[in-house]
C-alpha cells in the first residue's frame, strides 16, 4: 500500500531506496553483515561483552546497600541469570555465526523474542520481568560499545538504503560517516538538532519530526525521500516514480552546475568580499572543506573527538588532530570551538542527569566545573596553533562572570606551556559564541573582552523562543524570522561591526540561501556553514547587490506580521 508521510525537511535532496530499519524499542541497534572473515572475531567480541557485563554485576554486589541487602541480591542473581540465559548468550551467539550479522542486532532479536516469552506469561510478576530483560540487554549493548566493532560495510546496495529510525543520537549518527545510508528518516528531532545537523553535514536527504514513520514504514520498503520538503512517499507507483526520478536527475544537474563557482571568489555585486567558510565535526571532514573552496573554517565541533569510546582523547590525541586540520587548511583560519558537551551529546565519564539538558551544564558551562579536562584541551589547542591559523572559539557563553573564568583557564594553560618551553601562537585570538539571549543583549561585554564573535543561531532562536531545538512537538514554533530573533540579530552584528570586532554566523541559518540575503542585509559578511553549502550561497552573493538589500532588510526588522516579513523576505530574495 502506497502512503505519504510529512516531517521537518532537514537535508535537501531526492533519495530513491529500500528502508532499512533499526530497532522498534528504545534500543537502537543498527543491523549490519559482516564478511566471512570477520565473524568469528564477532563472536569472540560478543563474548567479551557479557564477561564485562558479568564481572560489572558482580561489582555491584560489593556496593549493595545494607538496608536493602536482601532485595538487591535478588536483583542482581535475576540479572545474572537472564545473562546467562539461553537465549541471550547461546543463541545470539548462535545468530552471529549462521547469520553473519553484528552482535548487537543478533542481541537485539534474541531479546525481543525473550521479551515476548515474558509478556505472554499470565502472571503479572513474572510479566513484568520483561523490564528485566531489556535492562540487562541494554547493559551488554552498552559493553559491545566498549568492545570496538567494525563499522558497518558498504554494502553493493548500500547506496540504496533508506535509514528509518525512531531516533538517533548525532554520536550514533556520525558513526555512519563511511558507509553512507543514501538518506535518514526519523520519528523524534527538529531542524537544528545536532542530528539533524550532522545528517546536513553527510550531504544526506533527510526527514526527521516523522512522528510514526518507524512503525509504518515496514523492512525493505520502497521509499521515495524529498529531503527539500519533509515529505516521503512510502511504496510509489509506477508514474510517481518515475516523476521522482526526474526531480532526481534535475537536483544532481543543479549540484554539478554549482561546482563551477569552485574557483570564483564570494562577490557581491558591488564587489564587496564575503567570507566563506566552513563548519566540521572531525579532521577527516577536511576534503569536503577543500573541494567547496572555503576560506577557512569557522567552526571545528571540537566535542565530536569526544564521542562513541570509553576513554576521553588525551591531550596529544586532541593536539594531533587539532594540529592536522591546523596545517591541512595552510595558514588559513581554523577556528575550533571547545568542547560544547551536555544537552544532546553526552560522553561517559563526565554524563550528569538534568532535568533539562538544554538549560543544564552544557558547553562552557561544564567545561568550568571540569577544569581539568579544559585544560587538557586548552594545552592541545595553545600547542596546535603553532602550526597553524588557529583561533579559540568558546560556546554558551553568558557574561562576564564566565568570560573571566574561561580567560584565566586558557592564561593558566599557557603558563603551563611557557614553563615548559613549548611554543604556541601567544597572538591566538579568542572568540565568544553568541548563543543565549543575554549574550546578545549584554554585547558590550563580549566585545571588550574578546577578539572575535560568532553567531549560533540554533541556539540564540532556540534560547530566545523557548522551544526545544530537538522536540519535533515544538519544531513549529522554531522561526528564525520571528522579529525578537531578528532584532537580537541585527543588534550583535550592527554592534559588533560598530567596535570593530570581527562576527560570523555558524548556525544553519547561515547555510540557507533563504536567509543569506538578510543577513547581509544586516551588516554580515562572514558566513561559517557545512561545505556542501558553501557552493548555493556563494552563488545567492554573486548575484546580490548590497545596497537594495539592506534597504529591504530595515523593513523587515519593521515589520511585525509574519506574513508582511515572509512577502518582503520573497521580495529580497528576488531575482
Ligand atoms: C549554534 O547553536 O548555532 C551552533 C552553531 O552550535 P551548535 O549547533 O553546535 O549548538
Ligand atoms: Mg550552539
Not at 233 to 255: F, G, H, K, S
Request: hydrophobic fraction near 45%; proline fraction near 4%.
Amino acid at each position: 500500500m502506497s502512503f505519504t508521510l510529512h516531517g521537518i525537511a532537514v537535508s535537501s535532496g531526492i533519495a530513491i531506496g529500500h528502508a532499512h530499519l533499526v530497532s522498534h524499542t528504545s534500543l537502537e541497534v543498527a543491523h549490519y553483515a559482516l564478511p566471512d572473515q570477520l565473524v568469528q572475531e564477532e563472536v569472540a567480541r560478543f563474548d567479551a561483552a557479557l564477561e564485562t557485563a558479568r564481572h560489572e554485576l558482580a561489582a555491584l554486589r560489593a556496593v549493595r546497600p545494607q538496608q536493602a541487602a536482601a532485595e538487591f541480591d535478588a536483583f542482581l542473581d535475576l540479572h545474572l541469570m537472564i545473562l546467562d540465559d539461553d537465549h541471550i548468550s547461546k543463541a545470539a551467539r548462535e545468530m552471529i555465526a549462521r547469520e553473519r550479522c553484528n552482535a548487537e542486532w543478533a542481541l537485539k532479536v534474541q531479546m525481543d523474542e525473550l521479551v515476548m516469552h515474558f509478556e505472554a506469561f499470565e502472571d503479572a510478576y513474572l510479566r513484568e520481568r520483561k523490564t528485566d530483560v531489556v535492562q540487562v540487554v541494554e547493559r551488554v549493548l552498552k559493553t559491545l560499545a566498549g568492545h570496538a566493532g567494525h563499522a558497518p560495510p558498504a554494502t553493493e546496495h548500500g547506496a540504496k538504503m533508506i535509514l528509518v529510525a525512531h531516533d538517533v543520537s548525532p554520536a550514533d549518527l556520525i558513526q555512519l560517516k563511511p558507509h553512507q545510508f543514501s538518506a535518514i528518516l526519523t520519528d523524534l528531532g527538529g531542524a537544528t538538532s545536532h542530528t539533524a545537523i550532522i545528517a546536513r553535514g553527510l550531504n544526506t536527504p533527510c526527514v526527521v519530526g516523522l512522528h510514526r514513520a518507524r512503525l509504518l514504514v515496514r523492512e525493505n520498503d520502497e521509499i521515495i525521500v524529498d529531503g527539500e520538503h519533509g515529505v516521503i512517499i512510502v511504496n510509489p507507483d509506477r508514474q510517481i516514480l518515475a516523476e521522482y526520478r526526474l526531480r532526481q536527475d534535475q537536483w544532481e544537474l543543479e549540484r554539478k552546475k554549482l561546482k563551477g563557482l569552485k574557483t570564483k571568489r564570494a562577490i557581491t555585486l558591488e564587489g564587496v568580499r564575503i567570507e566563506l567558510h566552513a563548519n566540521i565535526e572531525m579532521p577527516h571532514d577536511l576534503p569536503d572543506v577543500k573541494e567547496n573552496s572555503a576560506a577557512g573554517i569557522g567552526l571545528f565541533r571540537s566535542e565530536f573527538l569526544f564521542l562513541n569510546r570509553d576513554e576521553l582523547p588525551d591531550e596529544d590525541e586532541q593536539f594531533e588532530a587539532y594540529r592536522a586540520v591546523a596545517e591541512g587548511m595552510r595558514g588559513l583560519p581554523v577556528t575550533i570551538r571547545t568542547f560544547d558537551l551536555g544537552a544532546d551529546k553526552q560522553i561517559k565519564g563526565v554524563q550528569r542527569v538534568a532535568s533539562n539538558p538544554a538549560l543544564g551544564l552544557r558547553a562552557i558551562r561544564l567545561c568550568l566545573v571540569e577544569p581539568q579536562l579544559f585544560r587538557t584541551q586548552l594545552r592541545a589547542l595553545l600547542r596546535a596553533s603553532h602550526y597553524g591559523n588557529v583561533k579559540i572559539l568558546v560556546p554558551m557563553l553568558s557574561g562576564a562572570a564566565e568570560i573571566n573564568q574561561t580567560l584565566q583557564a586558557i592564561a593558566t594553560a599557557r603558563q603551563s606551556l611557557d614553563r615548559e618551553g613549548v611554543p604556541y601562537n601567544r597572538e591566538i585570538p579568542v572568540g565568544g559564541m553568541i548563543e543565549i539571549p543575554a549574550a546578545a543583549l549584554a554585547l558590550n561585554t563580549f566585545t571588550r573582552k574578546l577578539d572575535f564573535l560568532s553567531i549560533g543561531t540554533n541556539d540564540l532562536i532556540q534560547y530566545t523562543l523557548a522551544i526545544d531545538r530537538t522536540d519535533e512537538e515544538v519544531a513549529h514554533l522554531y522561526d528564525p524570522l520571528h522579529p525578537a530573533v531578528l532584532y537580537l540579530l541585527a543588534h550583535v552584528i550592527g554592534n559588533a561591526n560598530k567596535a570593530g570586532i570581527p562576527v560570523s554566523v555558524c548556525g544553519e541559518m547561515a547555510g540557507e540561501v533563504a536567509y543569506t540575503r538578510l543577513l547581509l542585509g544586516l551588516g554580515l559578511r562572514q558566513l561559517s556553514m557545512h561545505p556542501a553549502q558553501l557552493f548555493s550561497v556563494k552563488q545567492r552573493i554573486l548575484t546580490t547587490s548590497l545596497a537594495g538589500t539592506e534597504a529591504i532588510t530595515h523593513k523587515i526588522l519593521r515589520a511585525d506580521d509574519p506574513a508582511k516579513i515572509r512577502e518582503l523576505l520573497d521580495r529580497l530574495n528576488a531575482g
